[in-house]
């Protein structure tokens, strides 16, 4: 089983910046790729980014394309989404996703993200 904390959220003013942290704990070397996630009020979840744990290789949704950077420290256990030029429409619940190799999925608790002046 793979634990996960998420933190770094807050009030933000819009063109600001957060970094988000996840931090994995358990089995971490089961760890297949890592997603960051967020979901508004009264909308559905919806991928941010996300970032293989060996390769490295990421994704990106177009919303947040230029914007956000999603990075990882294996020996942390860690990974980070790196949050600029923030705005209003960013607001949300964001919540990190671990996939194992075998396919299962593990949720963190969610940490809010607010952008207002």
């Known amino acids: 089983q793979v634990q996960l904390v998420e933190s770094g959220g807050g009030l933000v003013q819009p063109g600001g910046s957060l970094r988000l942290s996840c931090a994995a704990s358990?089995?971490?070397?089961?760890?297949?790729?890592m997603h960051w996630y967020r979901q508004a009020p009264g909308k559905e979840r919806d991928i941010v980014a996300a970032?293989?744990?060996?390769?490295?290789?990421?994704y990106y949704a177009d919303s947040v394309k230029g914007r956000f950077t999603i990075s990882r420290d294996n020996a942390k256990g860690t990974v980070y989404l790196q949050m600029n030029s923030l705005k209003p429409e960013d607001t949300a619940v964001y919540f990190c996703?671990?996939?194992?190799?075998?396919?299962?999925?593990?949720w963190g608790q969610g940490t809010q993200v607010t952008v207002s002046s």
């Open positions: 996703y671990a996939v194992t190799r075998t396919g299962y999925g593990y």
């Open positions: 970032i293989s744990w060996s390769g490295g290789n990421t």
């Open positions: 358990g089995s971490i070397s089961s760890i297949n790729a």
